[in-house]
């Protein structure tokens, strides 16, 4: 492979020179008033269907899907793609992911008809125990646990990388972080969504000395909408890691930078240089299943987004989703009674499988998706539901109590090869701790673990706090195959509903034969087993009293989905993006 060693150019030339090679490219939208609030579901841009013939790449930011496109456009590959991207997420979308966090990938190997799935999932410092969240033995409260060294995890999303690199890369390590490196240098324009996002968090902010300097102005008020923002130290960062690979993050200065900001925080956490040097990505075998005529891939645990995506569509599977309109108070009834099984049994039996064993195969078992799918009737919602007992073991596990909050970012590749990739990626809340270090915000991804490491009874709940173990995720890149070839890529962002953004999305696609930007684009509903849960300000709160009439309680509220997909056919490759966030879709 001849190496391209072209530094990148300004990415406002990438646009320009997509439109004049006849690219289709997803509009961008002028802001209004209504763009302040990003997390409103009300906030939306206008977004159009996307189509393309060669290679394709979205994310949830303009400048991030503008990096990675230029990656392809110099004849990389889908993950060289990808990792360009994320290294401009960690510079222009730090409140959602960054270097500092942990993905999940699926790989499709167009050359070999392979498909791969990477675990970059942060781990349990070795120091940690199973009361860690607790104080004189109850949880502490969610500012305490999040905005804490505590919450901390060893960052794992630059070793998935480096690990798909080595195996799927065209270009040149090195070259995938020149366009983060030039706009870290040179500035970037703080967008509405960042600065709401600010303003949201300042007081945490606030409350951390360097996340404060850089995120806040002298008199520790939010960068206001445009205003240029360097990050220097992030540029050197990333001038180490392109220059020196990965390893120079988990050895030497920047390993042990990370460890102090750590272990020096008012309410210390345990992170160790062993840690961050023992790491290692997981490469596992997709967990794949059917639905209707299609296979649908996800990742398997510690994430329960493939698992509990299968599970909901197995259930759906034994109803005739086809006929009932999208938005008909028959398609929720059904798709939120399906989510309160598949988030009973998630909640209960799913965490990493190096610490526990999880009963795959029982769960996504067509007899016991047909067994529990006659526990919903149609006139009736059955309120919270039990999990299951495919394997008989209801009486050694306790209840899950998670944080797991809603952040996080997506990203879609399809490269002039026939790669695809579709990754999840996060830092978990908001700007994660808000510990910055270096230029790069470290997660809080250890929340994701039940602060009570037993139930009532005294039974070990699964998913508890141990050392080295990897915290459950709801991440759920997803990859559908039809007739064996790859038909669908897609995954959001939004905590624990993330499953139900993506099963809905492919319930719009598959079962209601909707363009990939439209399903998207669906109002949100469904259960996580608890109320039946409405997307606010969209025309699905309509059926709110019909919903009532059949026993659901129904909340209405915003959701802070960031969907992105592709759709592969004969006539060339569909792209959409979520309008409830700044997306971008580029295509030739």
Known sequence: MKANNQPWRVMALVIATATLLGCAT????TLTAADTAPEAASARTTQQLVHGQRQMFATANPLATQAGYAMLEQGGSAIDAIIAAQAMLTLVEPQSSGIGGGAFLLHYDGAEAQLQSYDGRETAPALAMPDRFLQQGQPLSYTQAVN?????????????????????????????FEPAIQLATEGFSVSPRLHTLITDNQQALREQPAAAAYFLDA???????????????????L????????????????????????????KPGDLSLADLQSYVAVERAPLCGPYRRYTVCGMPPPSSGGLTVLQLLGVLQQFPMQHFAPQSVEAVHYFSEAGRLAYADRDFYVADPAYVGIPVKGLLSPAYL???????????????????????????????????LPSTSHLVAADAFGNLVTMTTSVEAAFGSKILVRGFLLNNQLTDFSSLPTDAQGRPV??????????????????VFEAGEPYLITGSPGGSAIINYVAQTLVGVLDWGLDIQAAIALPHYGSRNGATELEEGTAVVDVAD?????????????????????????????????????GLVLAD
């Open 370 to 404: 047909r067994q529990r799918s006659a526990l919903i009737q149609p006139d009736s919602s059955m309120g919270k539901a039990e999990p299951g007992d495919p394997m008989a073991l209801l009486a050694s596990l306790g209840k899950d109590h998670a944080y797991e």
């Open 26 to 29: 997803q509009p961008s939208t």
């Open 546 to 582: 019909a919903l009532r009439a059949k026993g659901h309680n129904v909340n209405v509220l915003p959701f802070t989905s960031g969907l992105q997909g592709i759709v592969i056919t004969k006539n060339g490759l569909y792209g959409g993006a979520d309008p409830r966030r700044e």
């Open 219 to 237: 008199q520790g008020q939010p960068w206001p909408v445009g205003h240029r923002l360097k990050n220097l130290a992030l540029a050197d960062t």
């Open 462 to 479: 699964a998913n508890r706090v141990e050392a080295g173990k990897r915290p459950r995720s709801s991440m759920a890149p997803v990859m």
């Open 239 to 266: 001038t180490r890691i392109a220059q020196d690979g990965v390893q120079t993050f988990y050895e030497g200065e920047i390993a042990e930078d990370m460890v102090s900001s750590v272990r020096n925080h008012p």
């Open 148 to 176: 804490s060294g505590l919450s901390v995890g060893t960052p794992g999303v630059l070793r998935a990388l480096e690990m798909a690199h080595q195996q799927y890369g065209r270009l040149p390590w090195a070259t995938l």
